[in-house]
């Protein structure tokens, strides 16, 4: 069965590594139907987690967040290598006992999802979403710098169309690497520290793609001053001729 649900994220569970502490995290469910449906919830290793709701209704065209916590604090080399299943069915009567509901299903009326979970290091979390945030700003100043100079003031070689576009998917596709280079748990001792040094060496070369492409704003933003400061010399300009030839003119007429 197929079409009932949608759930986000789609592959993996990521439990955010902080020492002492439990991990948690969030799976949504999306009901894709105009009808109630019921979800249950199953893992591998049941000890482990706790499911909140494991099992309950979502309404037609609605969605609903599940919380997963740890039912133990996490550790440096803890691994989280748990599948998750999320099985969803139509409700055909409310008011039924949602346990006994789903010892009788008939299988092929459910829908099945799997997804993993695994282990993701804080700190290389914040190093992520640092580098998101200020690629969302160098951005943001840049769609402000266009607005505020005419497209007949800059020439296209100046900045070309694409820079942008070409800045944001190469970041992007950096951070991809980034991210799938420290969620695979099967890395160990000193490729695990091979990994992380990798992750360091490419965060640092993003940080200088950054600083490159402000330098070019400072650049753009020069251009516009020299385009302003030759427009006003060329009126000026065009006022010292008008001057020469009413004096000339003047001098005909006078004679």
Same mark, same amino acid.
């Given at each position: 069965?197929?079409?009932?649900?949608?759930?986000?994220?789609?592959?993996?569970?990521?439990?955010?590594?902080?020492?002492?502490?439990?991990?948690?995290?969030?799976?949504?469910?999306? +009901?894709?139907?105009?009808?109630?449906?019921?979800?249950?919830?199953?893992?591998? +290793?049941?000890?482990?987690?706790?499911?909140?709701?494991?099992?309950?209704?979502?309404?037609?065209?609605?969605?609903?967040?599940?919380?997963?916590?740890?039912?133990?604090?996490?550790?440096?080399?803890?691994?989280?290598?748990?599948?998750?299943?999320?099985?969803?069915?139509?409700?055909?009567?409310?008011?039924?006992?949602?346990?006994?509901?789903? =010892?009788?299903?008939?299988? %092929?009326?459910?829908? %099945?999802?799997?997804? =993993?979970? =695994?282990?993701?290091?804080?700190?290389?979390?914040?190093?992520?979403?640092?580098?998101?945030?200020?690629?969302?700003?160098?951005?943001?100043?840049?769609?402000?710098?266009?607005? =505020?100079?005419?497209?007949?003031?800059? +020439? %296209?070689?100046?900045?070309?169309?694409?820079?942008?576009?070409?800045?944001?998917?190469?970041?992007?596709?950096?951070?991809?690497?980034?991210?799938?280079?420290?969620?695979?748990?099967?890395?160990?001792?000193?490729?695990?520290?091979?990994?992380?040094?990798?992750?360091?060496?490419?965060?640092?070369?993003?940080?200088?793609?950054?600083?490159?492409?402000?330098?070019?704003?400072?650049?753009?933003?020069?251009?516009?001053?020299?385009?302003?400061?030759?427009?006003?010399?060329?009126?000026?300009?065009?006022?010292?001729?008008?001057?020469?030839?009413?004096?000339?003119?003047?001098?005909?007429?006078?004679?």
């Amino acid at each position: 069965m197929q079409g009932l649900i949608d759930i986000e994220p789609k592959q993996y569970l990521d439990f955010i590594l902080q020492e002492g502490k439990v991990g948690q995290t969030t799976l949504n469910i999306f +009901n894709l139907t105009q009808t109630k449906l019921t979800f249950k919830i199953k893992t591998t +290793n049941p000890n482990m987690f706790q499911v909140k709701p494991s099992i309950g209704i979502i309404s037609a065209n609605d969605q609903m967040s599940i919380v997963i916590s740890t039912s133990q604090p996490l550790k440096e080399d803890s691994k989280l290598e748990s599948k998750f299943q999320i099985n969803a069915c139509v409700l055909e009567q409310e008011g039924q006992d949602l346990t006994n509901f789903w =010892r009788q299903q008939d299988a %092929q009326l459910i829908q %099945q999802v799997q997804l =993993r979970s =695994r282990v993701k290091p804080l700190e290389i979390q914040q190093e992520i979403i640092q580098q998101q945030q200020l690629q969302q700003n160098v951005v943001l100043e840049t769609n402000e710098n266009m607005t =505020r100079i005419k497209p007949a003031e800059i +020439n %296209q070689e100046i900045i070309p169309q694409q820079l942008q576009q070409h800045m944001v998917l190469e970041t992007n596709q950096s951070m991809g690497q980034l991210y799938q280079s420290l969620i695979d748990n099967s890395t160990q001792g000193n490729e695990k520290d091979e990994e992380i040094q990798k992750c360091q060496e490419l965060v640092a070369q993003l940080s200088q793609d950054v600083s490159n492409y402000q330098l070019m704003l400072k650049s753009v933003k020069e251009q516009e001053v020299a385009i302003k400061h030759h427009g006003n010399k060329f009126e000026l300009k065009q006022v010292m001729i008008i001057a020469g030839i009413s004096l000339i003119l003047g001098f005909i007429f006078g004679k």
